[in-house]
């Protein structure tokens, strides 16, 4: 039986896929996890989850973000005044850089 | 360790972990689903959390009107994702609630409906025109991420991760109410008069966002030492005020003479609490002010005109996997 594993590196953050584990059983999965994928890299918790109870979709089945274009949802499509509160520039910065690695930004 | 709620759905329990060792640990994300957590804190955690979300739901259905309402394609669109974005809040902080296993999220919505549920002070006043959309999206809005962005740090990690990706999102939100205030105060006469007009209305609402002064908050010293909250009320209205009064002027909004606001020397600005409608305030935040228990009634019967929906939803799951869908999953 295949189970998935995810990382979280320290506490609070999120646990993230690092890759699987063959165990009979629950038991035995998280200790193969601990053994294969907490070693090196820092660790702070692991979850191991049955592979068959994943479900997936993928970008072969549906257009992620839909086919038309949504600038209009991006704080990056709005001029306002300068001087925006630290936390609207922070956010700003999240959406730009999500739109560049969406490769939007075109 | 499961509980059945009153819904008959799985509730996770959990044992008591002494207090004194929750305010040692807590620090920003302290605390997953993982730790022994006493019932003070789920508590604390379950309320705070619990008005935030209802807080989405009841400001999303202030603003629905006005996708309708929208003066051009342009706002419609931003307008609907952004009500679609507040309802997704909702959904995130209401899994971050019902995790602490204190009440589940059928009871929550349950309470908000018949008119137990607590939200924002702003949500219970009526939103009639247009040129009070920019005080909802971006005064209010603004207020809202201030605060939402000290809360990246709760000591709640399911909330703290939830408050990511709302942070995210209402970025949006602001620069868009902004985009509108910009085209109102740079529109005719008229609507700047107007727009003034609604921004004298909604000022002092707006302050009162950030709840009652620190030494009237009753629970703000519990949620402080265990990490839950960041910032006190008055150290997010000051930094509100301090970030929003220049915006507004910048606008040619005119600050009103009430509530009075004093400039420090240092150029940061406090409002005199006394100017403030203290008695108005207390009685929306036991739902018993008139407008807002009509939003809240109205609110029940649209989730009720849709109950088929859910219905539907839930059917198709059982169908489907000859299971019933748990409300934990």
Known sequence: ?106 | MWRSSAKGESVPIYNDMDLDAIEERAGPRAFSPADELPREYREAATRMIEFHANSEIMGAYLERPFIRQAPSIDRKLAFSAKTQDEIGHAQLLYRAAETLGVKSREEMLDDLANGDGKFLNCFHYPLESWVEVPMISFFVDGAAMRRQATLRRTSWEPYAHAMDKVCFEEGFHVKHGEDILTELMTGSRKERRLTQAAFEEWWPRIIQFFGPTDDDSTHHDFAAAVGLKQQSNDELRDAFLDQYIPKARKHGLEIPDEPRIRERDDGTYAVEEDDLDWDEFFTIAKNEYEPGVGQIDERKRAREAVGWVRDALEDDAVAADGTAPQAAD
């Open chain 1, 1 to 106: 039986m295949i189970w998935e594993v995810f990382r979280q590196e320290k506490a609070g953050g999120y646990h993230a896929h690092c890759g699987n584990v063959h165990a009979p059983d629950r038991e035995m999965a998280r200790q193969f996890a601990a053994i294969q994928h907490g070693r090196r890299k820092p660790t702070n918790s692991l979850w191991v989850v049955p592979r068959e109870e994943i479900g997936e979709i993928g970008a072969d089945e549906v257009a992620f973000g839909g086919t038309t274009d949504k600038i209009y949802r991006w704080a990056t499509a709005y001029n306002t005044t300068a001087g925006d509160a630290s936390e609207v520039v922070e956010s700003e910065d999240e959406q730009a850089t999500a739109e560049r690695r969406r490769g939007d930004d075109r």
